[in-house]
């Protein structure tokens, strides 16, 4: 038997081991985009700011692939399946046969309508190569402008802060709140973070960026003009599901699988960021976001290519340590 | 070369008629009294004189066999190289001095036995050589094998049940291959011999003289008799400058004609390297 | 990553471009200095268009072999690139088409087969080469431009040298190739941003490139060749090329022939009138010109024949390296045939001596066979080679006036060299004779007379000695193990040292161009001074180690490299550690 998994992340990965610890004889191929070895994407940040180095980044190694007789497939993706055929093809127009295909492509983030003009400007990093290019000029940076919300930019900024940069926080609200659970918690960032002398413009937005010669200038709905040496900014996370086009696989703003992360097609599996679950108490589609989960749920579609019958549990899970103290990931919407 | 030999010798000079051995080098030809070479030797000698060929500028190449000795019986310079490797080595020597006459004579197993395969190039260059084939239909050096020209059901050495093999035609060959000067001749015919030796020396590019050349000490079905039976002369009318009509005329076999088969003036292989050392020159003067 | 020296390798079919992309990198390289070596592999099985590779290894120091593994691969062609995937290196990358138009099943595709720890760069390069000229053509220099910016490679270099080659196909072609450098370039700029860096020195004064083949006829021609005759065969056929071209314009001449025995016959033909001859060949051929080149010997005719080796026996591997042809070289003749055997190195032995092979030839009245080979003779290096036009060290000695009077072809000298007169020279006359023959050059078959022109013809190997050019001591001199080589493997064998050496272990090498005749004392001093020996040859019987082994009563460690395409430095150091091992044990 052949089994496919397109996306080399934590969920991919962990899918691929399961299926060989189950069954060696299973033939198993790891399609991931980047050329670089699978790695954990939630520490980019951390590596961008030198918290850690690249030998952390990476969870796998090119033994672990020879070890396990994976066939690992990297700096490659595919543009289309074919769930009649079972086939995919890649953008390179290999055509390649499946016995079981598992989808776990993750989400990647966005900029809205009105920073999309501005995409050449802003640093919106995702991939590793993004932040290995970041590093080459990051050294040269003085000053910063972070903008959005997402529990990653708290990472960035406790690193840029750690790097000495001076930094511009724009939010939307009126304090800097990011998806955390705990509601005292949330609270207390926004002062955590003045406290370690970063600049916050809340009730903002960030409309305009111009370019002259190295500097950037930036400016918000208020009308307030920052000069800065970089723009980070982030809209909203999305999950990968473009090569769905032309299937009927059913999918909402994710992959839509049920607890044994089967999809509505035969045979295709998705797990990850890149799914939706069917919550059977609340008898509707949820992503749970995050690496913990994606794990978890590459894990129980390995189990289930593999023959073995696993069920997924929806539950909360911990993500993310900031200054010791754990926050929860929750639904995302 | 012992006594006995010498004689032997002497006569086979005497016996050929050869009375003008001015251009003999001190060497005693070694073919046995009779034997055809002589004739074409001494149509070599006369060409050679006639032509008046200095004879640093005189070089004969040979094969192996009775013919190859032709080299060492001549006033000029002799190269006797391999069995049926005269053709290739003549070909380097007037590419490389196009001053010098160059002579080839093989035999008819050198020629179009062993050597068969060098044949048709030679011809095709239209390098301005005359190749003698001296034609036995036997192997004489070896003392009697059948040879390419031998007729089919001859006995032989190696041939105790009678020849299978059919004999080749050089003539019809060399006329085949776009030979640019043949003749056919018969050591009887001395005059002939001498004459059109000298009209290929003469020919500008490939010449051929095929020699009907008989053996006397090995061979007893191609003798004197057995040629001088069939042979016959063209018609009065023969022009010898139809290649077609050529090759019908070397295929017969009753007669079998001798004399020049076809001439036919092209310019010679040395000619077009001539021409072509010219255009470069131009060119680069320009 | 920063990379001082790199090997890239193209594959493809006919049509794909190969061997001018290659042409390209390597003329770009030595252009700016960089030293560079080129090999091309042709597979000998024609199946449909017939695949090619061409490897270029360029260095800011110089190369002397291919060279363990590449870089990079550019495959043109996907399928028979497939292959060529274990040669890359770790870290290496492969460009792939990334744009073609048919489905491509897995077992088919390059990308499939590309290792994790290789990078895969899928690119457009039809899609890119339409753009840029309107047809599939220029997917090479496609490629050239993304490799150029994969490993940061001086644009300009590049630009130039498209200019240089299709300036004489018009300008319109020069720009549709500028366009498609320019469009590999960008667009691997854009997907691939992290490149690597190629450190050179930008002041390094540009090389010149050449072929063995090309160094050969070259290196004939300035030394007064002045006839070729050949027959085209696999590997030595670009000689003939060469002079067929070049001759005419020094009036001389090349002749294709219609066969290896006529091609011998001719030169010997063309040598007999006193002009310099030469015929190139490889196994079969020479097989062919045995008989011929004894009558050399035996007639004293000089002679130069060039066996560009491939590997053997019969038609063996027209398209494979071996140096199998050695004991053919040697004693490939009937009788005591004995002949001058040369065995060049690299593209600047192959000029130099190649006239040192003319002047033995023309001394001593001798056949020389001169020994490339298909890697040596085929592949392009930078080399520093100073031109020696109207190079004629030594010529065939002519009779004195008293010497005439009485002319002698084969006089019996001291040296055993007879005093020569050609035709067309006034003075004498005389014919020469593959049958014993006196000093007279008449044929005499007196055993007194044989064992005196046997004699006087082995004699002028011995005066040979002091004009052979000298043997080379390399490496250290205070080494334990001493290594011979002969040929084109040298290169490779050189690296080994210099890998081993880095691993401490110190060795030293004896390189002689000479393999018959030998300076023998320099041979027996140098083994002498050598606890251990290996002998490294390309060939199953260990030839070389044979004639080493009953000239010199040595016992060395024989080393046969298989018949590959090339020969790799770090198995040859690993040899020689290995023996190094045992010698310390």
Known sequence: MKCVIIGAGIAGVTAAETIKKINQDIDVVLIGKEQYLPYNRYRLTDYLCNVIDDTQLYFTSFDFFKKNNIKYRNGEYIKSINPAEKTIKYYHNEVMGYDKLLIATGGSQHLGPILKPFSQYIQSYYTLQDILLLKKFLPDIKHCVVYGENLSNLDLLAGLCNLDKKITYIIKGEKARFPLLKEEFEQDVHYFLKNKGIQCITNDKLVNIKKEKKKFTVETLNQKIIKTDIVFAWDDSKPNISLLEGTAIHKKTGILVNQY?????????????????????????????????????GEIAGKNIAGEKALYQIHETLTFHLEGKPIKARWWE | MNSLNKR???????????????????ILPTWCPGCGHFTALNGLYEAALDLKIPEKNFVVVSGIGCSGRFPFFIKGFGFHALHGRALPIATGIKIANPELTVIVVGGDGDGVGIGGGHF??????????????????????????????????????????????RPINPTTLALAYGATFVARVFSRERQDVSDLIKQALQHKGFSLIHDLSPCVEFNRLITYKSWNQVVGKFPEDYKADNRTLALQYAESKEPVYLGLFLKENIPTFNDHVKQIFKKIDSTEKS | MNYKELTVRFCGIAGDGIVSSSRIISGACADAGLHVMVNDIYSAEIRGLGKSTSTIRFSGSKVYSMGDGINALVG???????????????????????????????????ASHIPPEVNGYGIPLKTLANQASGSNRGRNIVSMGALCHLYGLPKTIFINQIEKIFKRKG???????????????????????????FVMDKKAKPLQIISGNEAVAHGAMDCGLKFFAGYPITPATKIMEITAKELPKLNGWTIQVEDEIAAIGAVLGASFTGTRAMTATAGPGLSLMSELINLSVMAEISAVIVNVQRGGPATGLPTKVEQGDLNISLYGGAGDSPRVVMAPTCSKDCYTSIQAAFDLAEKYQTPVIFLSDLFLGQRLETDDIKRNINYKKSTRIKPTRQQLKNYQRYALTEDGVSPLIVPGEDGAFYSITGLAHNTAGNPNFESEVHLTMTQKRFRKFKSMVKDLPPVEIIGDADADIGIACWGSTYGAIFEGMQIARHNGVKTKMIKSIMIYPQDEESFKTFFASCKKIIVFEMNFQGQYAALLKSTYNIKPVEVHIPSVDPVSPAKIAAKIMEVNHELTQ
């Not at chain 1, 008898?283 to 913990?292: A, S, V």
């Not at chain 2, 032997?8 to 001190?26: H, P, Q």
């Not at chain 2, 050589?129 to 094998?145: H, R």
């Open chain 3, 76 to 110: 043109l062609a996907q399928q028979e690139s497939i292959d060529e995937i274990e040669d890359i290196r770790e870290g290496g990358s492969v460009i792939y088409d990334s744009s073609s138009p048919a489905d491509i099943p897995e077992t088919e595709s390059l």
């Open chain 2, 120 to 165: 048709p190039h030679a011809v095709r260059n239209n390098l301005d050589i005359t190749y003698i084939l001296l034609d036995n239909s036997i192997y004489g050096l070896t003392k009697g094998q059948v040879s390419p020209t031998s007729p089919v059901g001859m006995i032989s050495g190696t041939t105790p049940y009678g020849n299978i093999a």
């Open chain 1, 261 to 297: 992360m089967e999809t509505s097609e035969q045979d295709i599996f998705a797990a990850g960021d890149c799914a939706e679950i069917y919550h059977p108490i609340l008898k509707n589609y949820w992503i749970n976001f995050g690496w913990p989960n994606a794990r978890e749920q």
């Open chain 2, 8 to 26: 032997a010798v002497l006569e086979g000079l005497e016996r050929a008629k050869i009375k003008n051995k001015s251009k003999w080098r001190d």
């Open chain 3, 171 to 197: 300008d319109k072609v020069v720009e549709s190739n500028l366009t498609a450098f320019e469009l590999g370039y960008e667009y691997c700029q854009n997907q691939y941003p992290l490149n690597n860096l």
